[in-house]
């Protein structure tokens, strides 16, 4: 019933941008944040940046100053903007809401590539 529609992802350049979007819909009570992980190949999922319903925001070291992430509560939608992007950052990026009852719901993955 829960659904999340990811895009935005592709290939590009290392030092270009993308823009991640995910919208969600269906019945979500009480959300207490979303955000973003991201699994490459042979590595585990791993928390990318968060934002609760409030606004604060929690970015891993290794994107911090990089990647930016916003939220539209009256879209319920969150994005993701990469900036600076590295071969390191390629990997299969999940949108991830957490509701206030730690129920996680998850988005179907959208693949980054950084390639030269």
């Known amino acids: 019933q829960v659904q999340l529609v990811e895009s935005g992802g592709g290939l590009v350049q290392p030092g270009g941008s993308l823009r991640l979007s995910c919208a969600a819909s269906?019945?979500?009570?009480?959300?207490?944040?979303m955000g973003w992980y991201r699994q490459a190949p042979g590595k585990q999922r791993e928390l990318v940046a968060t934002?609760?319903?409030?606004?604060?925001?929690n970015v891993a070291d290794s994107v911090k100053g990089r990647f930016t992430i916003s939220r539209d509560n009256a879209k319920n939608t969150v994005y993701l903007q990469m900036n600076s992007l590295k071969p390191e950052d390629t990997a299969v990026y999940y949108c991830?809401?957490?509701?206030?009852?730690?129920?996680?719901?998850w988005g179907q993955g959208t693949q980054v590539t950084v390639s030269s």
């Open positions: 991830n809401i957490r509701t206030v009852v730690s129920v996680n719901y």
């Open positions: 269906g019945r979500i009570f009480g959300i207490y944040a």
């Open positions: 934002i609760t319903s409030g606004g604060s925001t």
